[in-house]
């Protein structure tokens, strides 16, 4: 029988609990009102002096009636609760009672108390209890003397580094991070090209310590890195030490508290870590990409745990990247690139913007070999102090983007195979004319860093364009 099935159609319901003061407190009164029904909610003999009491420790009847303060007494009408009131108020029982002269030796009014369906101790099992059939994931049942953590690693369901394990509680907890159902399909992560959806998603972020609010960041990355134009299949399968990275813009950044200040690239901000890390989680769980199968990286870099930093956009002098890529000013957006180790690139000098410019020109030139022309992307992370120098000459990215271009036009002589005596570089019949180190659109530009520091980084990327990786841009929005 369910617990609605238990209420009567017409009359007064009374949920209590004996370690509630005031539920004791109005047991006379209780006493008092003809038919009343009890649902006590952790001993079923209180109270002792009313007659029709019924065990609700399994809180059946106190979840279906939404309680949340005890004692609650309700009024039913045709099997409907039509009135409702919590605590102890001498006016309110008597207006829902019709009852006048109630608990005359009682105080006027008492403060309930929490009811148990609300105690941190039973919240995991209830919201299991309540919602748990929303999940459709393989349940895996670990014996009483596994190591929870340790488990995780035996079953391969970890980068390298402990996981938090995904009980139904959790999973459930990250669902509330957004409206979209479980069994929504996010894409098809490769390359198994396997479904991945919204709770198979839930789940590595679970795995990767995200809270809840990250999830519809995590989301909008995991459908950016299933499209055909990001090619992650690709990516996984080179032997090149490239990586999905993540750059978020927008308000969702600062809400989720995600770092693109001082060390925006390194270690110690929560979201950042832990979003990349589920978009890795999920390649290699859904999509079975995994090092030393599908993914033959012949050294990686440390960037394939997890990749993820927000775009510095109140310091920046240039519009957001997002902006830049076709999203609208102030949504929320995540691009998804290839990027293989980040690299530092020194200047402490340059005052104007065409030094500056060269001097980052020369850093870029490295990505992938310096003799190597278009193939390769990169994404330029400009520091603030190195912006600060551009925005005083009034250069918008535009400006800064065909001064590298230009310094970027690298010469036959320095390029071709055999120059300098490095056998690598662009065949002959090639290296006829000056040719571009990166494609048209191969090279992003981010503002983000510390305030000190002359020190902006070269993201070197994979192969760009329709044959290799496209970076891919969407809105977080559509995931909330």
């Known amino acids: 029988m369910s617990a609605a099935e238990g209420l009567p159609r017409d009359g007064l319901v009374a949920v209590v609990k004996r370690d509630c003061p005031t539920c004791r407190l109005v047991e006379p009164v209780l006493a008092q009102l003809p038919g009343v029904l009890v649902f006590s909610q952790d001993d079923p003999e209180f109270p002792e002096s009313v007659p029709n009491v019924r065990d609700d420790t399994d809180l059946d009847v106190s979840l279906a009636l939404d309680i949340d303060t005890v004692p609650t007494l309700l009024r039913f009408s045709g099997g409907v609760e039509v009135e409702r009131t919590v605590g102890w108020l001498r006016t309110a029982w008597e207006d829902l009672t019709g009852l006048p002269g109630l608990g005359p030796d009682l105080p006027e009014h008492r403060p309930g108390c929490g009811s148990r369906t609300g105690d941190p101790d039973l919240a995991d099992e209830l919201l299991v209890r309540t919602h748990g059939d929303r999940l459709r994931s393989r349940r895996v049942e670990l014996s009483a003397l596994e190591d929870e953590i340790e488990a995780l690693f035996d079953r391969g369901w970890s980068d390298g580094l402990p996981v938090v394990p995904p009980t139904p509680a959790r999973v459930l907890r990250m669902l509330a991070g957004t409206s979209r159902g479980p069994d929504e399909v996010v894409g098809v992560v490769p390359p198994n090209l396997a479904e991945v959806t919204v709770e198979k998603v839930a789940v590595n972020a679970v795995l990767a310590g995200c809270r809840p609010e990250y999830l519809p960041v995590v ?12 090619n992650a299949h690709g990516l996984l399968a080179t032997t090149w030490g490239a990586g999905p990275a993540i750059v978020v813009n927008g308000p969702v950044a600062r809400s989720i508290g995600m770092n693109s200040g001082g060390n925006a690239l390194g270690q110690g901000n929560r979201a950042n870590l832990t ?10 769980n859904v999509g079975g990409g995994r090092p030393g199968e599908v993914d033959r990286a012949a050294l990686g870099q440390p960037g394939k745990v997890g990749f993820c930093f927000a775009e510095d956009e109140r310091g920046s002098p240039w519009e957001p990247l997002s902006v830049s890529r076709g999203i609208a000013p102030d949504a929320s957006a995540v691009t998804v690139f290839a990027a293989e180790g980040a690299r530092g690139l020194a200047d402490q000098i340059s ?26 992307d990169a994404t330029l992370v400009v520091c603030p102090e190195h912006a600060r120098v551009f925005s005083q000459a009034g250069w918008s990215r535009a400006t800064l983007e065909a001064a590298l271009g230009e310094a970027l036009l690298l010469q036959p002589a320095e390029i071709a195979r055999g120059a300098d005596g490095i056998e690598e570089g662009v065949p002959a019949q090639l290296a006829t004319r000056p040719l571009p180190k990166f494609r048209p659109g191969g090279l992003m530009i981010v503002h983000a860093g510390g305030a000190a520091g002359m020190f902006s980084t070269v993201i070197g990327g994979w192969v760009g364009g329709p044959g290799g990786s496209q970076p891919v841009t969407t809105e977080v929005t559509a995931w909330t």
């Open 351 to 376: 005052r104007t913007p065409e030094s500056l410019a060269r001097s980052l020109a020369a850093g870029l030139r490295g990505v992938a070999h310096p003799k190597l022309v278009t193939g390769f």
């Open 219 to 230: 989301l909008a990355a995991v459908h950016a890195a299933c499209t055909d134009e990001f």
């Open 275 to 284: 979003i990349g890390r589920a978009l890795q989680l999920v390649i290699r």
